[in-house]
């Protein structure tokens, strides 16, 4: 195996996970929202990310369904405890995933896990749970993108950032998918340059110091 492809391998945890948020239920996404929510999946692995949803039906299935199609990793994130009570009990399709993690915390706990585990958050359309999703990941500063179409959901979400009186320069609103996508992998790599610099500082006056990693 050449030095490229194992570094590759190794270094598969440094892709960015890119959290997709939208609604289980899409009667009021307005026409075109399966190929929409596609389209954000795919834009997702193509520009070098993970996907990872909420492991629930409607738009985060549509966009792992994109993502697949692209040849990506698809991540899910359940609200149930275990695979048969994911399905039996709360309904919850197992496809287009290549994990899904069983939290065990129902819907509002399992939220704050997807956003946590992520690198930022894009919300397309989207009912009570979007914006729940919306608000941990302000609180976490994430760089969130919003996805604008026929939906109400980015208007709300204006409203909301709006009347919140908190500015926050991590949020981006943009039309079209591919756009979104790039915009947002822009500020997480800004973010992780930063962090990456400050771990090698850290790393060096650690050394400097006498100091060893802890084993």
């Not at 994130?77 to 129902?106: C, M, N, R």
């Not at 399992?110 to 956003?115: F, G, K, N, V």
């Not at 009570?128 to 939906?151: C, M, Q, R, S, Y």
């Not at 771990?199 to 802890?214: F, M, P, S, T």
């Amino acid at each position: 195996m050449d030095n490229e492809k194992l570094d590759a391998m190794r270094n598969e945890h440094r892709k960015i996970k890119i959290c997709v948020s939208g609604a289980a239920d899409t009667t009021y996404c307005g026409k075109n929202a399966l190929e929409i929510a596609k389209s954000l999946g795919r834009e997702i692995v193509e520009q070098g990310g993970i996907i990872v949803t909420g492991a629930t039906t409607g738009w985060p299935l549509w966009s792992a369904m994109g993502a697949k199609e692209a040849g990506g990793t698809s991540i899910g994130l359940s609200p149930a405890a275990t695979e048969k009570e994911h399905v039996e009990e709360w309904g919850l399709p197992i496809d287009f995933l290549d994990t899904i993690i069983y939290t065990g915390q129902g819907f509002p706990g399992r939220d704050i896990l997807l956003t946590r585990t992520t690198d930022a958050v894009i919300l397309a359309c989207g009912r009570i749970g979007t914006i729940h999703e919306f608000t941990v990941a302000f609180e976490d500063n994430k760089p969130i993108g919003i996805l604008e179409g026929d939906w109400e959901m980015d208007e709300t979400l204006k409203g909301i950032i709006e009347h919140g009186h908190r500015p926050n320069p991590k949020i981006i609103f943009d039309k079209d998918p591919k756009n979104l996508v790039a915009r947002i992998m822009e500020m997480v790599k800004k973010d992780k340059e930063e962090v990456d610099k400050g771990g090698l500082i850290k790393a060096i006056k650690n050394k400097d110091q006498g100091g060893a990693i802890r084993g």
